[in-house]
């Protein structure tokens, strides 16, 4: 007999709950983050906001960010356990955290004690937006009814379709967190370059073309949704934005203009991603085959 499964997350998972009306609950693990010299948590629960985060950026803070403790994955797991429910985690990608290492950890410790129960983690490969639209279609197979077993089969079939293309408009905060050197950064500055990065099949940040100009920036984007856009995985379009909403609207209307029959959500990116791209990121996420 198949037992009722619950969807889990953390807060890199970047949503709106405009997506998520009427599919089943999920649950949003909170993460801490460190904004200046202040010690802040963010999601469920948490005391800082998507918008107080970007005004204390643009005021000149730097963020940096922790990794869950583990005892925070026993806590949300075993809730579900002692309701009946099998948990399958869906983790922010390895190739820029180890958080899925420790959830593992946690998943295997609860196994014993729970035996006619089940922990599942997958290591999404996803981040931010990505990650947030990989969950919000798994909660639409789950509602379609799919088994815990048949929707962890989706779920590694799917994670490497989901498509990331971002640009970055400054590289203060890439070079604060060390993802380019000082001199990178000052001429990528001089030139007006605004880097397109994409995360790779492996999970990673990778700098895929260095557009000069933000017009640039969003045609190469647009270049890559027309490239390899696969609608018939499902028309969920996601258009991420690191506190530019009129930006993201500009690029959904581009996008509605050619595919009419999407469904487009512009969604903030958090404080998790957020830290290490600072403001003015623009995300477009899509099902297709050039990752």
Not at 15 to 22: H, V
Not at 74 to 90: I, K, N, S
Not at 253 to 262: L, N, R
């Amino acid at each position: 007999m198949n037992r009722n499964y619950r969807i889990i997350t953390d807060a890199t998972a970047d949503m709106t709950p405009e997506m998520l009306i009427g599919l089943p609950e999920v649950d949003i693990i909170p993460m801490d983050i460190t904004l200046g010299e202040d010690a802040y948590t963010y999601g469920p629960g948490g005391n800082i906001t998507v918008e107080e985060f970007y005004a204390a950026q643009r005021g000149g803070k730097f963020a940096t960010t922790s990794q869950i403790n583990p005892t925070v994955y026993l806590e949300h797991f075993e809730a579900c356990l002692q309701r009946g429910e099998d948990v399958l985690y869906l983790c922010f990608t390895s190739g820029l955290s180890g958080t899925y290492q420790a959830a593992v950890i946690c998943a295997e410790e609860l196994q014993g004690k729970y035996p006619e129960g089940r922990v599942v983690c997958i290591d999404t490969l996803c981040a931010s937006v990505g990650e947030g639209f990989l969950v919000r279609e798994a909660l639409r197979k789950q509602k379609e009814g799919l088994t815990l077993d048949e929707m962890v089969q989706w779920v590694n079939d799917h994670r490497q379709k989901v498509c990331h293309w971002f640009t970055v408009d400054t590289f203060e905060h890439l070079k604060h967190g060390g993802r380019v050197s000082g001199a990178a950064a000052m001429m990528g500055t001089l030139l007006q370059i605004k880097p397109m990065l994409h995360v790779s099949m492996d999970g990673k940040l990778e700098v895929a073309e260095k557009p000069r100009g933000a017009k640039r920036a969003l045609a190469a984007q647009m270049a890559r949704m027309k490239k390899g856009w696969t609608p018939e995985e499902g028309k969920l379009i996601v258009v991420g934005h690191g506190d530019c909403l009129d930006r993201a609207e500009e690029l959904a209307a581009q996008v509605k203009a050619v595919y009419p029959d999407t469904e487009i959500y512009p969604v903030p990116i958090g404080p998790i991603i957020g830290s290490h791209t600072g403001p003015g990121m623009l995300a477009l996420i899509f099902w297709g085959t050039e990752r």
